[in-house]
């Protein structure tokens, strides 16, 4: 059982289509993070969302924190086909001072 | 490149063996965070060590074993590998083990267990 559920685990898209990518949990986070991998490298930090509510924006991308601080969304505007990535979110600390990296969300952009 | 570093980027053993991953953080960071990553588990935390301390512990078998030494460089032995310890190994440190842990992961090390 995996403490933070990513949907959808696939997404195929067209080149300038809009995305949503949900991460859940039924537990409460002091943090969230988002991560973008590339095959055979390591997770790059793209935000941090520690404010209930909060949303921030990186350009083409927008991230939201539910209000509960269970949940967390990314929206991608007008994809690229660098865009094209693995999608984690993580949280933590949390019992026992443990991380959780989400499921994932495996993202194409289709040129 | 997020400043931080891992070696060796390959590994090729054989079951029951033992092997060393090492990693070096960005300067300046305290923590140390080792994941591993498989296709059916995905990222999984290991440990961390804050310091030269443990400071956390997740899905880490007994056959695992990390450190952190007093240079901040740490290091992952695993030991008796079975084919299923076949997996990319991440390295990622961070600023300090409070609150709000924005992580930079290594190039990882892909350990295959033949």
């Known amino acids: 059982t995996q403490l933070l559920e990513q949907s959808p685990q696939f997404l195929s898209i067209q080149e300038g289509e809009n995305l949503t990518v949900y991460c859940n949990s039924s537990?409460?986070?002091?943090?969230l993070q988002w991560y973008r991998q590339e095959p055979g490298e390591g997770p790059v930090l793209l935000v941090t969302?520690?404010?209930?509510?909060e949303v921030k924006k990186l350009k083409r991308l927008t991230f939201q924190f539910g209000d509960a601080r269970k949940d967390s969304s990314l929206h991608i505007t007008a994809a690229q086909p660098g865009d094209t990535g693995l999608y984690l979110c993580?949280?933590?600390?949390?019992?026992?001072?443990?991380?959780?990296f989400g499921t994932g969300t495996s993202l194409t952009v289709i040129p | 490149d997020s400043g931080v570093t891992q070696t060796p980027k390959h590994l090729i053993t054989a079951t029951g063996q033992r092997v060393t991953l090492r990693c070096s953080p960005r300067?300046?960071?305290?923590?140390v965070y080792w994941y591993q990553q498989s296709l059916d588990q995905g990222l999984q935390f290991l440990i961390q060590?804050?310091?030269?301390?443990?400071?956390a512990k997740g899905n880490i078998l007994e056959r695992f074993s990390a450190q952190q030494f007093p240079d901040l460089h740490s290091e992952l032995n695993l030991s008796s590998l079975e084919l299923g310890d076949s997996a990319l190994y991440f390295c990622?440190?961070?600023?300090?083990?409070?609150?709000?842990?924005?992580?930079?992961f290594g190039p990882g090390t892909r350990l295959t267990v033949l």
């Open positions: 060590y804050y310091n030269g301390e443990e400071r």
């Open positions: 993580a949280g933590g600390p949390h019992t026992g001072n443990q991380f959780y």
């Open positions: 537990s409460v986070f002091s943090s």
């Open positions: 300067s300046g960071d305290l923590s």
């Open positions: 969302v520690v404010t209930g509510g």
């Open positions: 990622a440190s961070s600023a300090s083990g409070a609150e709000v842990n924005e992580q930079f």
